[in-house]
């Protein structure tokens, strides 16, 4: 007990280790199943809001690229409107000079009158125009081909100076007012294209100067080619105009006088009757303020502007949007015509960046992201392009419908750093809620362990006293107690232990007292056991010699050697061997005259019953032998009948199987049930007789006489007969196998020509060495008849 005590698990194998390792086991489990449950829960928040956000963001700042796209569009709109009531302003005051010419001969003469500088040319040699002098409010130049003999303007030529001398009175007013402009002015019709301009310059001077020969051409043809034509042709029907408007501007081109980018816009004049031109009204803007609008457009941090027109030829942009679309800037100077005015080619088909060079002009397409190469990089940027409303427009030749556009780029890192900088904040928040989570789960990991020591020492505690006083308890201190103060099993567990203990040092200290007590019941037993012994000895001594006295009995009815040798005609040899002291088989030989009768049988089990009912059966057949009684069938209706009584009588619940062998010197006569009667004839032949039909057992009936037949065998010189109980052939092997009926016959047959005592001598020692050592269950019977 000690040895198995001292390998008992300790440590680690400890109760209360594993109590630690179960409880603390289970406890980490759920905190870590719920702590990472809570930072899987904030991981998929973070995700949810920052895709939340960046949608929404992403909403806001395309719609805030959208508005500000309309807004800067409306600002152009808004100018150009301002121009365009400008220009059409001035263009009502001298239309209705032209359809009033007595009114507007009254003006021009009283404006003559008061402000002579207006209409006062002087003719220049140099230049070979006219021109009034400086001082005026506006200049008005006279080319050499309106002037007459004496280099004063034609007559008509005369009136129309007198005539757009108004403008000196509107001018000053509208340059004030409404959008800036440059200068307005006044040209006159293609057979009068005199040229008053305010406020004052020197307007011929600088023509003469960037454009050689323009004084000798045509002015509107010089200047603006198939700009009057188209005019003439709207005269004639306003559906040709390409916007349902008179207001017609000019590309963006460089103005001779103050070499500013301009942008020209023009209210045809008409006649009177309306049937052709009588020139235009018109005001210059600077392209800077077109630009300005778009410049000025500033999304984010890096986010520009452009205004193009429908070709892609970009008129508005500043320095940083130029190179972030790869724009190449070019001004062509040409001579008469259209490239009379430079123009400004930038445009965005002829971009460095391919994504601007495919970008779609002809329509709008809302937001479009693009990549455009920026050192080497590819950068994502947003545009979006507005077209503007339709307005009249000359290039050259005849007016077409332009539509600027206006775009809006915007590089994607900018537009979008509000979302990165809230994905910031919600990935900072994350990990900031991620980190407390974690350290919760760490102090709360803390506290479980100390509670869990501190529990597992409290429960544990009173196993541990029971533990250590169960070992006391084993080293025979039977005074040890335990003194546990929990309310719970523990509790009652110890003070269980503590009755345990008391009644074991109670029964240690009065053990002599038992043992004394023990040892005289003992004691009492064994002679109790002793008398039972002896007393089982004598009735074992009883029994086996009344066996003895059996098996005696039993030998002493057999027939003798002597009275089986008594036959002249026949040998006779017989062998029985009960299985235990005293047997149930039968065989006997009674004579009686001339006549022998030979019978044989086996009472079931066997045992002093079985001995018993054998000495019956010899008893009565010997009693109807000597009676004289010949008949085989009475024989053994008798023989029957007498049993049967002393069954009943006897309570024997047993009966036997019998058959007799009757011969008179010349027949035998076999009669009764029992096993095959094996005869060996002298030629070698082997018959073997079934005696199931020639009656039935013993005992069972009161009367069997109607059950017995009788048959006749053959027995001949040298023929033998063999009669066995079934003793002989269920004899078994170590192997189980049985000794059998073939085997007997095969025995006989080998001995056939021996007399009976070696041939029943012979199948016995075969049958011995069959069944080896192998026990033998049944009583074995053998008997041999030989004809001499």
Not at 432 to 457: D, E, G, H, P
Request: glycine share 8%; net charge negative; proline share 3%.
């Amino acid at each position: 007990m000690d040895a198995q005590l001292s390998k008992r698990p300790a440590g680690l194998a400890s109760f209360r280790a594993k109590f630690i390792l179960v409880v603390g086991g289970a406890v980490l489990f759920d905190l870590l199943v719920s702590g990472g449950l809570a930072l899987w829960n904030v991981q998929r928040l973070s995700r949810d809001a920052t895709l939340e956000v960046g949608q929404g963001l992403e909403a806001a700042s395309q719609e805030y690229i959208r508005t500000y796209a309309d807004s800067t569009a409306a600002q152009v709109s808004l100018l150009l409107r301002q121009v365009h009531s400008d220009v059409g302003t001035l263009a009502g005051v001298l239309q209705a000079q032209i359809d009033d010419p007595e009114r507007n001969s009254d003006v021009g003469a009283a404006i003559a009158r008061t402000s002579p500088g207006s209409v006062s040319l002087s003719y220049d040699q140099k230049g070979k125009w006219s021109q009034n002098a400086p001082g005026s409010v506006s200049v008005v130049s006279v080319w050499g081909y309106l002037l007459g003999q004496d280099h004063r303007p034609r007559p008509a030529v005369e009136s129309d100076i007198q005539a757009s001398a108004v403008l000196d009175l509107i001018a000053p007013s509208l340059m004030q007012h409404g959008a800036s402009k440059l200068q307005m002015y006044y040209i006159g019709s293609k057979a009068r294209p005199i040229f008053r301009t305010a406020p004052y310059t020197d307007q011929a001077q600088t023509f003469d100067r960037l454009y050689p020969g323009h004084n000798e051409a045509d002015f509107w043809d010089f200047f603006f080619p198939g700009l009057y034509e188209s005019w003439q042709g709207w005269a004639k029907d306003m559906k040709t105009r390409p916007v349902a408007d008179d207001i017609t501007q000019t590309a963006p081109y460089t103005d001779a006088i103050t070499g500013k980018l301009i942008v020209s816009f023009f209210h045809p004049l008409w006649t009177a009757d309306r049937k052709d031109v009588a020139g235009t009204a018109g005001a210059d803007i600077t392209l800077d303020q077109l630009a300005q609008i778009v410049e000025n457009v500033k999304v984010a941090q890096s986010g520009f502007g452009f205004l193009a027109m429908s070709d892609g030829n970009v008129v508005a942009i500043n320095g940083t949007g130029e190179k972030t679309l790869g724009l190449r800037s070019a001004s062509d100077a040409g001579g008469a015509g259209a490239g009379a005015l430079t123009g400004l080619q930038r445009s965005l088909k002829g971009s460095s960046q391919p994504a601007i060079a495919k970008l779609a002009l002809d329509r709008e397409q809302g937001i479009q992201h693009l990549l455009l190469q920026q050192d080497g990089n590819e950068v994502p940027y947003i545009v979006i392009v507005k077209k503007l409303p339709a307005t009249n427009l000359w290039v050259s030749g005849p007016v077409r419908q332009e539509a600027m556009l206006l775009g809006v780029v915007v590089p994607e890192r900018e537009i979008e750093a509000s979302l990165y900088a809230a994905q910031a904040k919600i990935s900072e928040a994350t990990n900031r809620i991620v980190l407390y989570q974690i350290l919760a789960i760490l102090m709360s990991l803390l506290i479980v362990t100390i509670a869990v020591f501190a529990a597992s020492k409290r429960i544990t505690g009173g196993i541990s006293a029971l533990a250590g006083a169960a070992k006391r308890i084993q080293a025979k201190d039977y005074s040890v107690r335990v003194a546990i103060t929990s309310k719970d099993e523990v509790g009652a567990a110890g003070e269980a232990f503590n009755r345990m203990a008391q009644e074991i040092s109670y029964h240690t200290e009065n053990l002599e007292q038992l043992v004394e007590e023990r040892t005289a019941q003992i004691a009492d037993a064994k002679e109790e056991i002793s008398m039972l012994n002896s007393q089982l000895q004598r009735e074992n001594r009883r029994l086996g010699t009344e066996l003895a006295v059996a098996e005696r009995i039993q030998l002493m009815v057999l027939p003798l050697h002597q009275e089986l040798e008594d036959f002249q005609a026949l040998e006779i040899a017989a062998y029985m061997r009960p299985a235990e002291e005293v047997g149930g088989d039968y065989y006997d030989v009674l004579k009686s005259g001339s006549r022998l009768k030979i019978g044989i049988g086996d009472v079931t089990g066997h045992g002093l019953e079985s001995g018993v009912l054998m000495l019956m059966v010899q008893s009565v057949a010997r009693a109807l032998q000597e009676a004289g009684n010949t008949d085989a069938v009475k024989f053994l209706t008798n023989l029957n009948s007498a049993l049967f009584k002393n069954i009943v009588r006897t309570k024997i619940d047993k009966h036997l199987t019998l058959a007799f062998l009757d011969y008179d010197g010349k027949e035998m006569i076999l009669s009764g049930q029992h096993e095959e009667v094996v005869v060996v004839r002298a030629n070698g032949e082997v018959e073997r007789i079934d005696t199931m039909d020639l009656g039935i057992p013993i005992g069972l009936e009161a009367d069997i006489s109607a059950f017995i037949k009788t048959r006749e065998i053959a027995f001949e010189t040298g023929d033998l007969i063999l009669l066995h109980t079934d003793g002989v052939t269920e004899a078994a092997n170590d192997a189980g196998e049985l000794f059998g009926i073939e085997r007997l016959c095969r025995e006989a047959l080998r001995l056939k020509g021996q007399d009976a005592e070696k041939v029943v001598s012979g199948i016995v020692a075969a049958l011995m060495r069959f069944v080896g050592s192998q026990k033998i269950y049944d009583d074995i019977t053998l008997l041999a008849v030989r004809h001499r």
